[in-house]
C-alpha cells in the first residue's frame, strides 16, 4: 500500500533557515544543514527546501545547500526557488536533487513545465502554487514571485493547465494560513483535488497534529508539508506519525 | 570498482554519494566506456525509456553493458535503469531494451482514486532469499517513483512484489543481474543496506 508521506519544508534566506507568517515577517529558526540532518534521524519521508528571496536570481544558494545534504540525507530533496531556465534544472539534478519546485516561472511560460517534464520525467516536476483567499469572490487569487505579484489565472485554470503540460506533483501552498499554525487550508486542497488526478502535497497552517489528521481525512492528499510545526517545540515526524497512526493513516515502515 | 553509468539526465549524485558513504570507490562513466576492469555496474535513471535506450544504442553502449554481463558480473538497474533490462518497452515506443531479462515495460494500469506517477513510499514482499537481500526485512517501505512497470515473461525471475492498484514487480533478478523498481539509494537505512549487500556481492567465479 501507498503510504501517506509527511515533509519538513525549509525556507531560505541569505543560507539561513527562516520561518515566515503569511508570506511575511521572517524569523531565523537556524541552520538548514543541521537541522535536514536531524530530519534525517526523525523519519522525514523527503524534504523540500525553497528560496525565498525576494527577486531570487540565482539557484546558487541552493546548490551550496544541496551539496551538504546530500552527502548525509539518503531521502528524496526536492528544491525551489529562483529557477529561471532549463539549465538551472539541469544542474540541480546532476547535483542531487529528486525533484525541483517551480512556480513564477510557470505563469510566465507554460511550456516550462512540459520541458522539464519531457527532459526529466514528470515524476521529478512539482509546480507550486501560492494561493490567497479572495472573499469579496469567494474563490481564491494566485500570486507568484513569493506571494509579491497577483496572478490574474484562476486556480482552476492554473491546476488544469499545468496537469495537462505535464506537471507530476502540486504543492499548493495557503499564504493566508502560512505560519498561523491554526490548521491547513481544507477547502483550498479540495479545489485542487477537484481539478487534478495529480498527487497533491498541501503546506500551510499545521501547528498540531490534529491540524494533520484534519487534512488527511478532509481531502484525498498524498502528503503533508509543515514548516512552523517541525522549526518550534520538540514535534517532529516521528512523533506526528505515531500520533496520526492511531486513526487509521498509513506511513512507511523502515524498522 | 564499480562502474555507475552516466545516461545524461540522471540524479547520478544521489548513487555516488551513498556509495562513497558506504566506502566503495566508484566511477561514473559513459555506457560505451564500460570495460572488464570493473567489478559491479550500476545502471541508475530517471527518464524515458524510449529516449535512454536511443542514447545507449548511439555510441554501442547498450553492447558494452550486455558484454559486461556475459562475464557473469553483477549488474544493477535502478527504476528506469531496471526497465532497460527488459526485452521491450511501451513509452514513446515499442522500443527494444537490453534483453537482459526477457519481459516488457508498460504503464501501470490505475482506476480514478490512484494517481499516476507511484510516488512515495510502498512496501515490498519478498518472493525468495537473496543475497542482495540480506538483513531486509519482508514488507518494509521503500521509496518509488515510477508510473511504468515491469511485466516478466517468466515469474520465476520475480524477486519482489508491491501494490499499488495491482501488484507489480518491485524486484527483479536473473542470474547476475538484479533490478529494482524503486530507489534503494534514497530509501534510508535499509536503502543503503541493498547497495552494500551488491557492492560485496560475488557472482563471477
Same mark, same amino acid.
Given at each position: ?255 | 570498482? /564499480?562502474?555507475? +553509468? ?5 540524479? =547520478?549524485? @544521489?548513487?555516488?554519494?551513498?556509495? &562513497?558513504?558506504? %566506502? ?50 553483477? /549488474?544493477?538497474? +535502478? ?5 532497460? =533490462?527488459? @526485452?521491450?518497452?511501451?513509452?514513446? &515506443?515499442?522500443? %527494444? ?71 507489480? %514487480? ?36
Amino acid at each position: 500500500m501507498l503510504k501517506k508521506r509527511i515533509i519538513p519544508v525549509q525556507l531560505l534566506l541569505k543560507n539561513r533557515l527562516v520561518k515566515t507568517k503569511k508570506f511575511d515577517k521572517f524569523l531565523d529558526v537556524g541552520n538548514p544543514i543541521k537541522s535536514s540532518k536531524i530530519y534525517n534521524d526523525s523519519d522525514a519521508d523527503e524534504l523540500i527546501f525553497l528560496n525565498i528571496e525576494r527577486g531570487a536570481s540565482t539557484i546558487d544558494p541552493l546548490l551550496s545547500i544541496l551539496e551538504e545534504v546530500s552527502k548525509v540525507c539518503f531521502m528524496p530533496l526536492a528544491l525551489g526557488g529562483g529557477i529561471k531556465n532549463i539549465d538551472d534544472l539541469k544542474t540541480l539534478f546532476r547535483r542531487g536533487a529528486d525533484k525541483v519546485i517551480i512556480n513564477s516561472i510557470v505563469y510566465k511560460n507554460y511550456d516550462f513545465v512540459e520541458e522539464a517534464s519531457f527532459l526529466f520525467g514528470k515524476q521529478s516536476v512539482v509546480v507550486s502554487i501560492d494561493a490567497k483567499e479572495n472573499l469579496q469572490k469567494n474563490d481564491y487569487d494566485l500570486y507568484s514571485e513569493c506571494g509579491k505579484k497577483k496572478e490574474i489565472i484562476s486556480l482552476q485554470e492554473h491546476v488544469v493547465r499545468c496537469e495537462k503540460k505535464g506537471a507530476g506533483e502540486i504543492f499548493i501552498n495557503s499564504i493566508d494560513q502560512d505560519g498561523m499554525m491554526k490548521g491547513y487550508d481544507i477547502e483550498l486542497i479540495n479545489k485542487v483535488a477537484e481539478n487534478c488526478s495529480l498527487p497533491i502535497i498541501a503546506c500551510g497552517g499545521a501547528g498540531n497534529f490534529n491540524h494533520m489528521k484534519e487534512a488527511f481525512e478532509q481531502t484525498n492528499i498524498s502528503a503533508l508539508a509543515c514548516g512552523s510545526l517541525f522549526n518550534f517545540g520538540d514535534n517532529n515526524p516521528i512523533r506526528a506519525k505515531s500520533f496520526l497512526q492511531n486513526y487509521n493513516l498509513n506511513f512507511k515502515i523502515v524498522k | 570498482m /564499480i562502474a555507475i +553509468i552516466d545516461n545524461n539526465y540522471s540524479n =547520478l549524485k @544521489s548513487i555516488s554519494n551513498a556509495l &562513497g558513504f558506504l %566506502n566503495f570507490s566508484y566511477e561514473i562513466i559513459k555506457a560505451e566506456d564500460l570495460t572488464d576492469k570493473y567489478s559491479h555496474t550500476i545502471i541508475p535513471g530517471v527518464g524515458n525509456f524510449s529516449k535512454a535506450m536511443k542514447d545507449l544504442k548511439k555510441n554501442k553502449g547498450d553492447k558494452k553493458i550486455i558484454q559486461f554481463s556475459n562475464t557473469k558480473k553483477p /549488474i544493477m538497474g +535502478i527504476c528506469l535503469g531496471m526497465q532497460l =533490462l527488459a @526485452s521491450s518497452g511501451d513509452e514513446s &515506443g515499442p522500443v %527494444n531494451g537490453l534483453n537482459l531479462i526477457p519481459g516488457f515495460i508498460k504503464k501501470i494500469s490505475i482506476d480514478k482514486n490512484h494517481f499516476l506517477p507511484h510516488i512515495g513510499w510502498n512496501s515490498v514482499k519478498f518472493l525468495k532469499d537473496h543475497i542482495v537481500l540480506d538483513g531486509i526485512k519482508d514488507e518494509i517501505d521503500f521509496y518509488f517513483v515510477h508510473s511504468y512497470s515491469f511485466n516478466l515473461e517468466n515469474e520465476d525471475f520475480a524477486l519482489g512484489k508491491t501494490f499499488y492498484y495491482e501488484n507489480f %514487480n518491485s524486484i527483479v533478478t536473473k542470474g547476475n543481474i538484479i533490478g529494482f523498481q524503486f530507489h534503494p539509494e534514497k530509501s534510508q537505512k535499509y536503502g543503503l543496506r541493498i547497495l552494500k549487500n551488491f557492492c560485496n556481492w560475488k557472482t563471477a567465479c
